[in-house]
């Protein structure tokens, strides 16, 4: 049972324009959901992460934006650029305890010219 | 300050040779886990340890073992290779607590069983 679901698997978008990456969860227990930026070779590395105290989080050209009665969120990139092209991974956990972050499968984005 | 250190950062074995993968964190984390990657798959759990002395299995555990060695390290085991375990291998560590504190992640193991 997959308990985060992410949507799409691959993205392409031109340069500027603002990519949305989904994803929806099951367990209400988990309190704590971080989106994560892969390169390729790389580990992934923390991009933003937002508690489901607020709505929103913006940091610089990144916005996560949750939904907790629809147990839903997402990732926006504003402005993208070329250098924004990776796999991002979103996550949950249960950010209290010492529970592992369960992710997603994974969205490729393209930033094209 | 290093973070997470994986080694070796590639392998090559044969079926069923055996190895060990080592993890090191030097940020005075209590939580350790070890992650493999495949194609469509995203990152899934295999085990963890969430503080010195205790390991739990993960997602998919069948075919290894870990060692929490002490608070900074955490080794991940393959007795007998098989080609299903080729991957790519992630140490993380994470301080759990009050606030967000995320999981570091190590720069990968690439394991190839042929």
């Known amino acids: 049972q997959q308990q985060v679901k992410q949507s799409p698997q691959s993205l392409i978008v031109q340069k500027g324009g603002i990519p949305i990456i989904n994803c929806a969860y099951e367990?209400?227990?988990?309190?704590?959901f971080p989106w994560y930026q892969q390169f390729p070779g790389k580990g992934p590395a923390l991009l933003i992460a937002?508690?489901?105290?607020?709505s929103e989080k913006k940091e610089g050209r990144f916005t996560i934006s949750f939904n907790k009665s629809a147990k839903q969120f997402s990732l926006h990139i504003m402005d993208s650029q070329p250098g924004d092209s990776a796999t991002y991974f979103c996550?949950?956990?249960?950010?209290?305890?010492?529970?592992?972050?369960?992710f997603g499968k994974g969205t490729r984005l393209s930033v094209i010219a | 300050n290093a973070g997470v250190t994986q080694t070796p950062k590639f392998q090559v074995l044969k079926t069923g040779q055996s190895m060990t993968l080592q993890c090191a964190q030097d940020?005075?984390?209590?939580?350790m886990y070890w992650y493999r990657q495949d194609p469509g798959m995203g990152l899934r759990l295999i085990y963890y340890?969430?503080?010195?002395?205790?390991?739990d299995k993960g997602e998919v555990p069948n075919g290894y073992n870990v060692s929490r060695l002490n608070k900074r390290e955490f080794s991940l085991r393959l007795e007998s290779a098989a080609p299903s375990q080729t991957s790519v291998y992630f140490c993380?560590?994470?301080?759990?607590?009050?606030?967000?504190?995320?999981?570091?992640f190590g720069q990968g193991t690439r394991l190839t069983v042929v």
């Open positions: 937002i508690r489901p105290d607020v």
């Open positions: 340890s969430a503080s010195e002395g205790t390991t």
């Open positions: 993380a560590s994470r301080f759990p607590g009050q606030g967000i504190f995320s999981a570091f």
């Open positions: 367990n209400t227990a988990f309190d704590y």
């Open positions: 940020m005075n984390h209590n939580s």
């Open positions: 996550a949950a956990s249960r950010n209290s305890g010492n529970t592992p972050l369960v």
